[in-house]
C-alpha cells in the first residue's frame, strides 16, 4: 500500500528517465582534488597536514573541528600542493585542502575494519562512524555520529531510512538501492545496533518499484526491517514530512527527530556506514547524478571527494555550447555555480546543467493573494503574507507568522502564479532574523 | 563552458506552468457564456454595454499605470478585462453604454488603482463599480424590462403560458422575480399571490427572466464556473458555502415576513436562482484578491455573504443583496484572514 500523508507538497517534473537506468560508474581518478574544510554543518575541520606533505588515499587530513563537525580524509594519493581559500559550491571562497593525486592511488592502512553489526558494541560502531567522517549523504551533510548520540532520557524506537529521492532528475540513491541493497541492508542494521532502536523503516517513492523490490529482498530475513512505498510528492524525502508519512508523527522543526525517538539517515549514507565500519573505509567517495539537457551523456557516478566539477563534466561526455545553469543538487533545492572551479563535496548529490531554454527569467507580479503557495506549503506556513511582509522589509511580522518553521523546499515559488520569489523571500528573512538574534546575544554577553 | 556566462540564482530552478495573466484570461473564458446569454436574452443592447465596459475599464487600467509609473503588464489588462465584463453583467439591460464606462472607470480607479493597484485593492472593483452605480444612477439601474423572448411571448398572447410565466407589465413597469417579491411583501400580499407572479425553475435556471444582464441564466454562468474549477482557478468553498447558506437562510426566514408565510416555509431554490446570488457566488465573492486565503477563512467569507444576501433580500430596503453582501465582507477579508492561518506543520505535537 502507498502511503501517502503530509499536506500540501508539489508534483514537479520528475524528469528522472535520463539517468534512472545508467549503472553506477567510477570516475576516472582525478588529476588534483580539493577538500573544503567545511563539507559539513558545524564547525569546519582542522588541518593535520602539513604543505608539501605526502598522503594515501582514505588517510586523514582534517580532524573535527568539534563536536558537531565531520573528520575529511584524502580521496587520492598524492602531495599537498596548497591550503587556502578556494571556490565553495556553496558560494564565496572557503578554506580547503589541495591534493595533486600521484596517479598511484595507494590506499592508506590507517582504518582498519572493526566488524559487523552482530559483534560490535553500540559505542563501537559510532566511534568508527566518527573516525570515517561520515555525514548525511542527502544533501545536507548533517554530521551522522552527532545523530547516533541520543539525549540521555531518550529511547530511540524507529530508525528511518530514507530512500525518497524525491528532487527531480536525481537517482544516485535510486541507483545504490537497486545495485547494493544488501550493503544498504547490513548499514542499516549497524545503525539500528548504533542506537538500539526497535525496528528500522525504508521509506521509497512509489515511482522507483525497482528499488522497493530489491531492497524488500535485501531485507526479506530480518522481521524487524519493513519496507515502504510512499506516494510520489515534492518533498516527500524531507525528514519531518518522512517521518509523518511513516508513521503518522507530525514533529515540529524546532524539534530534533532525535528528541522524539526517531533517527532519520539516508539510504547512501547507510551503505557509507557499512563500507565505515565493516570495510574500514573511509567517507573519500560518493555517487554523483551528473544530468540536465545541457549534458551530453548523463550518467551516476562514483566520484572521488573533492574532484573539481569541470573535470567530471568532462567524463559525462561534456556539455553542450548553449549550457546556461550549473546547478549543484537538485532543481528544487539545489545551488547554482558561477565557476566549475568548485569541488564535489559529501553532500553534493547531483550536478544539473541547464540548457538557455530552461533557464526560467521571469519578472515577478505582485501577489494577486490567490493563496497557493499557502495551499502547497508542506509547512503550512502563511507564506503569502509572510513573502509580503518579507518583501517590504517587515521581518518582524515574517517572525511572528514562523518563518523560521520554513526548511527552503521551494514549493512556494514553484506554484506561484505571480512568479514571485516566494523561497528567496523566506530565505531572506531567515537571515535577518538570524543575525538580529545574533546581535541581541552578543549585546546581552556584554 | 568553462569561459561562459553562467546564470546564478535562487532555487527552486522548476516553475509550474501558469501565470496570473493566465488565470485572468481563463476568468474572461469561463465569462463568455454568460456574455453570449445575454446579447440572446437582451440582444444587441448587451454586447453594446459589455464592449464599452470593457474599453472602459481597460483605458481606465492603462492611464492609471502611467499615472502611476508603472508598466503595464499582461496580468494588468487581463485583469481589468475581467472588471470590465463583470461592471457591465451587473447593470441592467436598458442601461446606457456610457453608464457603465463610467462605472468600470470608477471600480478601476477609485477601488482598485487608490488602493495600491492589483493584488492590493481591498474591495472587488466592479463590485464597486456597480455600487457606485447604484447610487448614482438609482432609477436607470431599476428600470428593468422583459428578456427578447418574454417580449415575444406577451405580443403573441397564449393563455397557457401567461399562467406560468406572467411578465406582466403593469402600466410601464417590469419587475425581476426578486422585486416582484419584495413589492409583494411591502404590500402585504399572501403568499401564494406573491408564489403566482414569479417564473419557474426552469425559466430562473436558463435564464429567461428580466435581471441584471449577466445574472439571469444560472445555467449558462455554472458552466464558466464549472471550467473555471476544472482549471483551479477558482475552489468550491466559497461558492458552496455563499449559495448554501444563503439556500438555508431563505428555507428558514425567506417566507417568515410574508402575509401567511412561516419560518421554514421559505424556497431555497428560488433564493439561489432568482437574483444575482450565482453570479456573485462563482465569479465575485471567489475573486482572489479581495477573498481569504485558506479553506476555512473561504467558508467563513461565503458564509458570511449568504448570510447578510439573505438579511437584505428578507429585511432590507432592497429586492438584492448580493454587491453590499460581498461588498462588506470584503472589508473583513484581513480579520478572517487574520484568524484562520494554516495550521502550522507538527503544531499539535506534545512531548
Given at each position: 500500500m502507498v502511503k501517502t500523508g503530509f499536506k500540501g507538497g508539489v508534483h514537479p517534473p520528475y524528469s528522472k528517465e535520463g539517468t534512472r537506468d545508467r549503472e553506477i560508474r567510477k570516475a576516472a581518478l582525478p588529476k588534483i582534488v580539493r577538500l573544503p574544510l567545511q563539507q559539513h554543518i558545524g564547525a569546519p575541520a582542522n588541518p593535520v597536514v602539513k604543505l608539501g606533505d605526502h598522503v594515501k588515499t582514505g588517510q586523514l587530513v582534517a580532524e573535527p573541528g568539534g563536536y558537531v563537525s565531520a573528520a575529511i580524509h584524502s580521496s587520492?594519493?598524492?602531495?599537498?600542493?596548497a591550503i587556502r581559500p578556494f571556490p565553495h559550491p556553496l558560494g564565496s571562497r572557503m578554506p580547503a585542502i589541495e591534493i595533486e593525486s600521484d596517479g598511484w592511488d595507494t590506499l592508506s592502512e590507517d582504518m582498519p575494519p572493526v566488524g559487523d553489526h552482530l559483534s560490535l558494541s553500540p559505542e563501537q560502531i559510532v566511534e568508527a562512524v566518527h573516525r570515517a567522517g561520515?555525514?548525511?549523504?542527502?544533501?545536507?551533510?548533517?554530521?551522522?555520529h552527532v545523530k547516533l548520540k541520543p539525549p540521555q532520557n531518550v529511547r530511540i524506537h524507529t530508525l528511518v531510512l530514507n530512500?525518497?529521492?524525491?528532487?527531480?532528475?536525481?537517482t544516485c540513491d535510486f541507483r545504490l538501492m537497486v545495485e547494493r541493497p544488501n550493503e544498504i541492508v547490513q548499514g542499516a542494521l549497524l545503525l539500528k545496533k548504533a542506537v538500539s532502536s526497535e525496528r528500522i523503516i525504508v521509506g521509497v517513492e512509489a515511482n522507483k518499484p525497482e528499488a522497493i523490490e530489491s531492497l524488500s529482498r535485501a531485507a526479506a530475513s530480518y522481521r524487524e526491517i519493513s519496507v515502504e512505498s510512499l506516494e510520489v510528492?515534492?518533498?516527500?524525502?524531507?525528514e519531518l514530512q518522512l517521518i509523518k508519512s511513516l508513521t503518522g508523527i507530525e514533529l515540529p522543526k524546532s524539534k530534533l527527530p532525535l528528541e522524539a525517538g526517531f533517527v532519520v539517515q539516508n539510504v547512501g549514507t547507510a551503505l557509507a556506514v557499512f563500507e565505515a565500519v565493516v570495510k574500514g573505509k573511509p567517507l573519500y567517495e560518493r555517487v554523483v547524478t551528473i544530468a540536465g539537457n545541457g549534458v551530453k551523456e548523463p550518467c551516476n557516478l562514483l566520484v572521488r571527494i573533492g574532484t573539481l566539477f569541470g573535470e567530471l563534466l568532462e567524463q559525462a561526455g561534456g556539455v553542450l555550447d548553449d549550457a546556461a545553469k550549473l546547478i549543484v543538487g537538485?532543481?528544487?533545492m539545489g545551488l547554482t555555480q558561477h565557476t566549475l572551479d568548485v569541488p564535489v563535496t559529501k553532500g553534493t548529490c547531483g550536478m544539473l546543467i541547464f540548457r538557455e531554454d530552461q533557464v526560467e527569467v521571469a519578472d515577478a507580479l505582485v501577489c494577486i493573494r490567490c493563496g497557493r503557495c499557502e495551499t502547497y506549503c508542506p509547512a503550512g506556513l502563511p507564506t503569502a503574507r509572510i513573502g509580503l511582509a518579507a518583501e517590504f522589509g517587515k521581518f518582524n511580522i515574517a517572525e511572528s507568522l514562523d518563518v523560521m518553521e520554513c526548511m527552503e523546499c521551494g514549493c512556494c515559488s514553484y506554484v506561484c502564479p505571480s512568479k514571485r520569489p516566494m523561497t528567496h523571500y523566506m530565505r531572506a528573512a531567515k537571515a535577518e532574523i538570524m543575525q538580529k538574534q545574533q546581535m541581541e546575544k552578543a549585546a546581552s554577553a556584554k | 563552458m568553462q569561459n561562459r556566462f553562467l546564470v546564478v540564482c535562487s532555487s527552486p530552478h522548476f516553475r509550474a506552468k501558469g501565470s496570473t495573466a493566465r488565470i485572468m484570461f481563463d476568468v474572461i473564458i469561463a465569462l463568455l457564456p454568460a456574455a453570449i446569454g445575454a446579447w440572446v436574452f437582451f440582444r444587441g443592447r448587451a454586447l453594446v454595454v459589455i464592449i464599452a465596459s470593457v474599453a472602459g475599464a481597460v483605458s481606465t487600467e492603462l492611464i492609471m499605470l502611467r499615472v502611476r509609473k508603472r508598466k503595464p503588464t499582461a496580468a494588468d489588462i487581463s485583469s481589468a478585462t475581467v472588471t470590465g465584463i463583470l461592471v457591465a453583467f451587473c447593470v441592467t439591460s436598458t442601461f446606457p453604454w456610457w453608464g457603465a464606462v463610467v462605472g468600470s472607470a470608477f471600480g478601476i480607479a477609485i477601488a482598485k488603482h487608490c488602493f495600491g493597484g492589483l493584488g492590493f485593492n481591498i474591495f472587488n472593483p466592479a463590485l464597486a463599480g456597480r455600487i457606485f452605480l447604484m447610487h448614482a444612477y438609482v432609477a436607470r439601474m431599476t428600470s428593468w424590462e422583459p428578456t427578447y423572448f418574454e417580449t415575444k411571448e406577451l405580443s403573441s398572447p397564449q393563455p397557457t403560458h401567461a399562467a406560468e410565466a406572467s411578465p406582466k407589465v403593469d402600466g410601464e413597469t417590469y419587475a425581476t422575480p426578486l422585486g416582484k417579491v419584495k413589492e409583494g411583501i411591502l404590500q402585504k400580499r399572501s403568499t401564494e399571490e406573491i408564489e403566482r407572479g414569479l417564473p419557474s425553475y426552469w425559466r430562473l435556471f436558463v435564464g429567461n427572466r428580466g435581471g441584471c444582464l449577466g445574472e439571469t441564466s444560472a445555467l449558462l454562468l455554472l458552466a464558466g464556473a464549472v471550467y473555471l474549477l476544472l482549471r483551479r482557478v477558482i475552489g468550491l468553498h466559497i461558492p458552496l458555502s455563499f449559495l448554501g447558506s444563503l439556500g438555508l437562510f431563505g428555507w428558514i426566514?425567506?417566507?417568515?415576513?410574508?402575509?401567511g408565510g412561516g419560518v421554514f416555509r421559505g424556497d431555497p431554490l428560488f433564493h439561489v436562482l432568482a437574483g444575482g446570488a450565482v453570479l456573485g457566488a462563482f465569479f465575485m465573492a471567489t475573486d482572489m484578491v479581495t477573498s481569504p486565503m485558506t479553506p476555512k477563512g473561504k467558508v467563513v467569507f461565503g458564509c458570511g455573504c449568504g448570510l447578510i444576501t439573505g438579511l437584505i433580500r428578507t429585511w432590507g430596503g432592497f429586492p438584492e443583496g448580493v454587491s453590499y453582501s460581498i461588498f462588506l465582507m470584503n472589508m473583513c477579508v484581513p480579520l478572517i484572514d487574520r484568524f484562520t492561518m494554516p495550521r502550522l506543520f507538527g503544531a499539535d505535537f506534545k512531548k
Open positions: 587520492v594519493s598524492g602531495k599537498i600542493t561520515i555525514v548525511g549523504l542527502g544533501g545536507a551533510a548533517f554530521p551522522t530512500g525518497a529521492e524525491c528532487e527531480p532528475f536525481l510528492k515534492y518533498p516527500q524525502g524531507s537538485g532543481p528544487m | 426566514f425567506g417566507a417568515a415576513p410574508m402575509v
